[in-house]
């Protein structure tokens, strides 16, 4: 018979449920001098401290905050070699464009399957270390059927969510070619790449792939049982979020360029628009306006975008702040969607809140509120972090 450990975390002085049938009744529904019992890797309880029911352990947060684990729901970690010099000549003058990605294509065929999987854990573990405990991944840097499945493979061993972008920008190999790379894109990769994939993704972008490729493409992968997301209006305005909405994507991601159009879209359907100020920030970029969209209705999450050309950062934390400081959020809203947000952009209803049920996921933050998150930007305010129920920080 196979028994579980139950332990109370007690005295947290700010306890964000994501549940607002609890504590305040706000979407965050916090709970004060509040108290989170987890058996096993799942919640079992929430409440105030003095209600804690008997546990094995104990342990005490001291007066700080608890928050679920971030939802890291767009990243890009298959993938060797980095973009200093690019970064440092965008930095002196030089605009952001799709065309850099093709350096990190030609590094990521160059590393061994053991160079790129020690370079997805040592990320993951940055990642971890500043409260990240649910992250997706893609593919994207291979671009050929061998080195796109090899990329999956790889990051199927470190996570469940798991993103064929075999569609990031038409190959090197196919320069004169488009039509035959989206031909070998919905073909011969698309059959390699789809067992070890959930999701599949687009860039549909000026540069990489217009309107009618990218529905082709996303198309094909629904019929292979693989959801789509989109890459969707980051460098100008486009079909990309439209085209999510129609096909049901789970995300459209950057959403940088809107009309009013694209938010009576995102307003109406179900398609999450995932934000991502990491990519503003390193490429001097617009901000996408949070505050428009939150206002047509849709559902926002926040992501890191971590990859090596426009946004290599993996700290959740850091894009908070960005996103309350340049992207009009709230920090309670920058917070639900760097957590519940990207857990809807994930379609998963078992991370991102901290309930009776869900995933044992949980932040102690060196703080008394979660609003310290963007009051004090840059700082390292995760004190542990709680995965599956397993302290591991």
């Known amino acids: 018979m196979t028994t579980t450990t139950t332990t109370a975390i007690t005295h947290i002085a700010n306890l964000v449920t994501n549940d607002p049938s ?9 709970i004060r001098d509040a108290a989170v019992v987890i058996d096993g890797d799942r919640v079992v309880w929430t409440g105030e401290s003095s209600k804690a029911p008997a ?29 200093t010099a690019e970064f440092n000549a965008r930095m002196s003058g030089r605009p952001y464009s799709a065309g850099g990605i093709r350096t990190t294509v030609a590094a990521t065929r160059a590393a061994s399957d ?4 020690a370079n997805v854990a040592r990320y993951l573990d940055e990642a971890l270390r500043q409260g990240t405990t649910t992250f997706e991944t893609k593919s994207g840097y291979g671009l050929t059927v061998e ?31 488009p039509a035959g790379y989206v031909d070998l894109v919905t073909g011969p990769m698309l059959d390699a790449c789809a067992p070890h994939a959930r999701w599949i993704d687009v860039f549909c972008e000026r540069g990489a792939f217009d309107e009618d490729q990218a529905r082709t493409i996303l198309t094909a992968g629904l019929a292979r049982g693989l959801h ?14 439209r085209l999510a909405v129609e096909l049901d994507a789970a995300s459209a991601d950057h959403c940088t360029h809107l ?21 503003e920030f390193s490429t001097r970029a617009a901000w996408p306006d949070a505050r428009r969209i939150l206002g047509a209705g849709a559902t926002v999450a926040l992501s890191t975008d971590c990859n090596p050309g426009s946004s ?32 809807a952009a994930l379609r998963r209803t078992d991370i991102g809140r901290i ?8 932040v102690l933050l060196d703080a008394p509120s979660h609003v310290h998150l963007a009051y004090r930007p840059g700082v390292p305010l995760v004190r542990a972090v709680w995965r599956a129920g397993e302290r591991t920080v």
Do not use: K
């Open 312 to 343: 290599f950062t993996s700290s959740m934390p850091f894009c908070i702040a960005l996103a309350v400081r340049d992207m009009g959020m709230t920090p309670d809203e920058a917070v639900w969607s760097a957590t519940a947000g990207g857990a």
């Open 259 to 279: 009309d009013d159009a694209d938010l009576d879209a995102l307003g109406q359907g179900s398609t999450v628009a995932t934000l991502l100020p990491g990519a």
């Open 355 to 362: 309930t009776p049920g869900a995933r044992a996921d949980l």
């Open 147 to 177: 080195d796109e499945a090899r990329a999956l493979r790889i990051a199927a061993r470190h996570t469940d969510e798991v993103t064929f972008l075999g569609a990031h920008i038409v190959s090197p190999d196919y320069a004169d070619d």
């Open 228 to 241: 789509p997301r989109v890459h969707a209006n980051q460098l100008g305005h486009g079909p990309g979020v």
């Open 55 to 83: 546990t094995d352990n104990a342990v005490d947060a001291g007066g700080r905050a608890v928050v679920p684990g971030f939802v890291d729901s767009h990243s890009h970690l298959v993938f060797a070699g980095d973009r």
């Open 22 to 30: 609890l504590g305040d009744g706000t979407p965050l529904g916090l």
């Open 114 to 117: 053991d160079e790129l999987s």
